[in-house]
């Protein structure tokens, strides 16, 4: 009874295959391709390392390692931008994270739900306040736009794509015109660009957009519901 009352509030849950396993403090979570694994993936996957990832209690903080010497695997943090943990490097699981590990036949996801991160006080700012982008007014023909060109990254499981759509795609999820959703979103990255928001022209100025409007709020997984399709059951 005193572990499990020291324990409570900070046990680690994850779901895989609509499975949910808790660990506590003192104990490891492992999953691979070893039947001896917490969570074993795939036995006949060899795409999949033996041990490919562990969570650890360490210095009051759940730990997700990579143990593996040649196989990575990705997370995906709550705003759905992918990280790819590769042999030897490890990430805190604070709050929602997904992780996925891809074999030879298919893709393994594991959501894991550890304790906020708590006690962490952030130095006060000094020096000009940031703005880029707060004098930007995003309409709603823009989130529309944004939702239908970045549905991919708002979805969970096999629909989970980290990339944008194409134009051609989105427009037609929107029974709108190309140009007209190739200009909305012209625009918008153009309006950006003046307010300060860096690295929205050039080659990689989709995915920088992307980034911006994931990480900033501006769509949520609970927009998903503006082009017809429902988030996933922890969005709102």
Same mark, same amino acid.
């Given at each position: 009874?005193?572990?499990?009352?020291?324990?409570?509030?900070?046990?680690?849950?994850?779901?895989?295959?609509?499975?949910?396993?808790?660990?506590?403090?003192?104990? /490891?979570?492992?999953?691979?391709?070893?039947?001896?694994?917490?969570?074993?993936?795939?036995?006949?996957?060899?795409?999949?390392?033996?041990? #490919?990832?562990?969570?650890?209690?360490?210095?009051?903080?759940?730990?997700?390692?990579?143990?593996?010497?040649?196989?990575?695997?990705?997370?995906?943090?709550?705003? %759905?931008?992918?990280?790819?943990?590769?042999?030897?490097?490890?990430?805190?699981?604070?709050?929602?994270?997904?992780?996925?590990?891809?074999?030879?036949?298919?893709?393994?996801?594991?959501?894991?739900?550890?304790?906020?991160?708590?006690?962490?006080?952030?130095?006060?700012?000094? %020096?000009?306040?940031?703005?880029?982008?707060?004098?930007? /007014?995003?309409?709603? #023909?823009?989130?529309?736009?944004?939702?239908?060109?970045?549905?991919?990254?708002?979805?969970?499981?096999?629909?989970?794509?980290?990339?944008?759509?194409?134009?051609?795609?989105?427009? #037609?999820?929107?029974?709108?015109?190309?140009?007209?959703?190739?200009?909305?979103?012209?625009?918008?990255?153009?309006?950006? /660009?003046?307010?300060?928001?860096?690295?929205?022209?050039?080659?990689?100025?989709?995915?920088?957009?992307?980034?911006?409007?994931?990480?900033?709020?501006?769509?949520?997984?609970?927009?998903?519901?503006?082009?017809?399709?429902?988030?996933?059951?922890?969005?709102?």
């Amino acid at each position: 009874m005193r572990r499990q009352r020291e324990v409570d509030g900070v046990d680690l849950r994850v779901v895989t295959d609509g499975l949910e396993h808790r660990t506590v403090p003192g104990e /490891t979570f492992t999953f691979g391709r070893d039947d001896g694994c917490t969570v074993c993936l795939d036995p006949e996957d060899k795409a999949i390392s033996r041990l #490919a990832g562990l969570v650890e209690w360490i210095g009051e903080v759940w730990m997700l390692s990579n143990p593996s010497a040649t196989r990575h695997f990705a997370t995906v943090d709550p705003f %759905g931008l992918r990280r790819v943990v590769g042999p030897g490097k490890r990430d805190p699981v604070e709050g929602r994270l997904r992780v996925i590990v891809d074999g030879a036949a298919r893709s393994h996801e594991l959501i894991m739900y550890g304790p906020p991160a708590a006690g962490r006080q952030p130095k006060a700012p000094t %020096g000009i306040p940031t703005s880029a982008g707060l004098k930007v /007014t995003i309409k709603d #023909a823009d989130r529309l736009a944004l939702v239908a060109l970045f549905a991919g990254y708002l979805q969970d499981g096999d629909r989970y794509d980290p990339a944008p759509r194409s134009y051609a795609a989105a427009a #037609a999820r929107l029974g709108w015109n190309r140009t007209t959703l190739i200009k909305r979103i012209e625009y918008l990255r153009t309006r950006l /660009t003046d307010d300060g928001v860096p690295n929205l022209q050039g080659w990689n100025a989709l995915s920088a957009l992307a980034e911006y409007v994931l990480t900033t709020g501006l769509i949520t997984p609970a927009d998903l519901r503006l082009i017809g399709q429902e988030p996933g059951p922890d969005s709102t």
